[in-house]
């Protein structure tokens, strides 16, 4: 069973930049196409999809609400996604998730859960 594991949450400052980081324990199994992707939930709110890449390295996706200050990425050896964030500011407070899922399903309806799900890291802006 593949395991992920965020890192690099943190508190900031408005304005202020982290970079997320999601350990893989192993490689995806072949086969499936893959995507690899970061969702958020502030408390009160829905789960929202952020950004994904295909396990391929493209295309990626980005939410409207982050786009052009947060970039995907993934390694060469598919095994350490990252999300790097910038221009932070108090609505991106949350807890950040890393996932990955053959399926779309879970970026079409929060109530579905990704094949694989880390145990989420928590981002807080402050003004």
């Known amino acids: 069973q593949v395991r992920l594991v965020e890192s690099g949450g943190g508190s900031v400052q408005a304005g202020g930049s982290l970079k997320l980081s999601c350990a893989l324990s192993e490689p995806l199994p072949p086969g499936p196409r893959w995507w690899l992707g970061w969702f958020r939930q502030a408390p009160g709110k829905e789960r929202e999809g952020v950004a994904r890449v295909d396990i391929g390295g493209s295309p990626t996706y980005y939410a409207d609400s982050v786009k052009g200050r947060f970039t995907i990425s993934l390694d060469n050896a598919k095994t350490t996604l990252y999300l790097e964030m910038s221009n932070l500011s108090p609505g991106d407070s949350a807890v950040y998730y890393c996932?990955?899922?053959?399926?779309?399903?879970?970026?079409?309806?929060?109530?579905?859960?990704?094949?694989?799900w880390g145990q989420g890291t928590q981002v807080t802006v402050s003004s």
């Open positions: 996932a990955a899922d053959a399926s779309l399903t879970p970026w079409i309806t929060s109530r579905a859960a990704a094949r694989y």
